[in-house]
């Protein structure tokens, strides 16, 4: 069965590094998605990207995030510098269309120490 | 303002119960994702519903577009199903590439 994979699966940095979670969204997916969850909070949805470009973003998606899709299969999210409040699981998904099932990954936790 | 309501935010259950898990939302929606969340973090896709009812194997799940309300239920419930539920919509307004807005999940503990 098809499915989104998310490395690493844990990734811990200093403050103010740069990080880059990758995703490879399944493979007839047009629509990907990135969302983030703090520790015992709810879901949150950051960007969605579709034709090589930001469809709609979320106000949690500042100048700090940027996303990509550096090849025919990658889906990538970065933080510039990190923060503190940056540490979170972050999970990487893809769809059809945008009204179709969102298939997820299985998460990358970040921890920013 | 929460545009979507999970009920309960915490269920037990013996094994072998009928257990139902319900979702209000307050926003207009092209569709209704029921997502289970694992102990480890993954989530994955349970159902999406933009009318009806569904259902696969002991799960069902409903949607009620007029009152804006999702039930997700549970037949002859296993220690297996224990994790927390999701409940995710889908905006309905133009131009939307389909950003889900997220409840804060129902935790289920089912006991043996």
């Known amino acids: 069965e098809p499915e989104v994979t998310q490395t690493p699966s844990h990734q811990v940095t200093q403050m103010g590094q740069e990080v880059i979670l990758r995703c490879v969204p399944i493979?007839?997916?047009?629509?990907f998605y990135w969302y983030r969850q703090i520790l015992g909070q709810k879901v949150e949805f950051l960007v969605s990207?579709?034709?090589?470009?930001?469809?709609?973003k979320s106000e949690i998606f500042d100048d700090q995030f940027s996303v990509e899709r550096p090849d025919g299969s990658n889906f990538t999210l970065k933080i510039r510098s990190t923060k503190l409040e940056d540490s979170a699981m972050y999970f990487c998904?893809?769809?059809?269309?945008?009204?179709?099932?969102?298939?997820f990954g299985q998460g990358t936790r970040l921890t920013v120490v | 303002k929460n545009e979507v309501e999970q009920s309960p935010q915490n269920l037990t259950a013996q094994e072998g119960e009928f257990i139902t898990i319900n979702c209000s939302y307050s926003?207009?929606?092209?569709?209704l994702h029921w997502l289970q969340q694992h102990p480890g973090g993954g989530i994955v896709s349970l159902f999406m519903?933009?009318?009806g009812k569904k259902k696969h194997g002991r799960l069902i799940a409903t949607i009620n577009i007029q009152e804006k309300h999702s039930s997700l239920h549970i037949t002859a419930s296993h220690p297996r199903d224990s994790a927390v539920y999701i409940c995710?919509?889908?905006?309905?307004?133009?131009?939307?590439?389909?950003?889900?807005?997220f409840g804060k999940g129902t935790k289920l503990s089912v006991k043996p």
């Open positions: 995710a919509v889908r905006l309905n307004y133009g131009g939307s590439q389909g950003n889900l807005i």
């Open positions: 519903l933009s009318s």
């Open positions: 998904a893809s769809s059809v269309f945008p009204n179709t099932e969102a298939f």
């Open positions: 493979s007839n997916h047009l629509y």
């Open positions: 990207f579709y034709n090589n470009e930001i469809s709609e």
């Open positions: 926003v207009g929606i092209s569709a």
